[in-house]
C-alpha cells in the first residue's frame, strides 16, 4: 500500500494539518460530523478532501472520501464502501477502517440513522449489512439492494485529495464497481415495512437547509 503523501501537507498545511489531531477513527468521525451538510440540489457535486476542509462542508461521499483521506494518514488503505439502493432512493457512501482484525465505518449523514459503525464486524458483508434494516423511505419501505467491495482510492494519484475540480469521475466509477446483491429474487415481498417509531426517528436531522 502507498503511503499517504507527506507532500500534501506540506503543499497545504492550514488544512491537512488537522490531520495530525486525527488520530482514531472515533475523532475522525467526530469532525466529520461538525462539518456543515453539503446540501447540492439536483447537481450533485464531489469535492476534494482540499475543498471540504476549506469550505466546513460535505455530502456523504465527499465526508466519506475526507474520512478516507484521515485514515490514509493514520496508515490505513483509504476504502470507501458504497450502499446501493432503489431508484427513487439516494445511495450512502462510507469509509471502511480496520481495527483488531475488526471492520468498522465512518459516515457523512445528515440525519438520526446511517452513521459511524464500531469495528466490530468481521467482514465488509456483515458491516453493510447492519445498515440494511436502518435503510428506508418514509413510507417505511426498505430500499437498500446491494453493497460494493471495499474501493481503493490509493489506486488514484494525489489530485483525488487536493483537486478543485469536481471528482464525479470517482462517483463514477465507485458506482459501476463490484457490487454484491442482498436479495434474492422475490425476496423484495417479504420485507417487512419500518414501523412508525422508526420513520419518526429517521426525520431528525442534525442540519436544515438554510433558507435565502
Known amino acids: 500500500m502507498r503511503q499517504f503523501p507527506k507532500s500534501v501537507i506540506k503543499e497545504f498545511p492550514n488544512e491537512f494539518s488537522i490531520f495530525k489531531k486525527l488520530r482514531s477513527a472515533a475523532a ?51 476504502l470507501l464502501l458504497d450502499l446501493k439502493t432503489i431508484n427513487h432512493d439516494d445511495d450512502h457512501v462510507v469509509a471502511l477502517f480496520k481495527s483488531g482484525g475488526r471492520w468498522g465505518a465512518i459516515s457523512k449523514t445528515n440525519h438520526a440513522v446511517l452513521r459511524y459503525r464500531d469495528p466490530v464486524y468481521r467482514d465488509p458483508r456483515e458491516l453493510a449489512m447492519s445498515y440494511f434494516n436502518e435503510y428506508f423511505l418514509d413510507s417505511g419501505a426498505k430500499t437498500m439492494r446491494s453493497y460494493s467491495a471495499p474501493f481503493d482510492l490509493s489506486k488514484y494519484d494525489n489530485e483525488w485529495l487536493t483537486s478543485r475540480g469536481d471528482l464525479a469521475n470517482i462517483a463514477a466509477e465507485l458506482d459501476f464497481s463490484k457490487h454484491f446483491q442482498i436479495l434474492k429474487k422475490g425476496a423484495e415481498r417479504k420485507l417487512r415495512r419500518a414501523d412508525q417509531s422508526e420513520i419518526e426517528a429517521g426525520k431528525i436531522v442534525e442540519w436544515r437547509k438554510k433558507k435565502f
Open 28 to 78: 475522525i468521525q467526530d469532525f466529520i460530523n461538525g462539518l456543515e451538510m453539503n446540501f447540492t440540489g439536483r447537481r450533485h457535486t464531489y469535492a476534494s478532501p482540499l475543498v471540504v476542509l476549506q469550505t466546513g462542508k460535505a455530502h456523504c461521499m465527499e465526508g466519506a472520501m475526507l474520512a478516507a483521506a484521515a485514515l490514509w494518514h493514520l496508515g490505513q488503505q483509504p
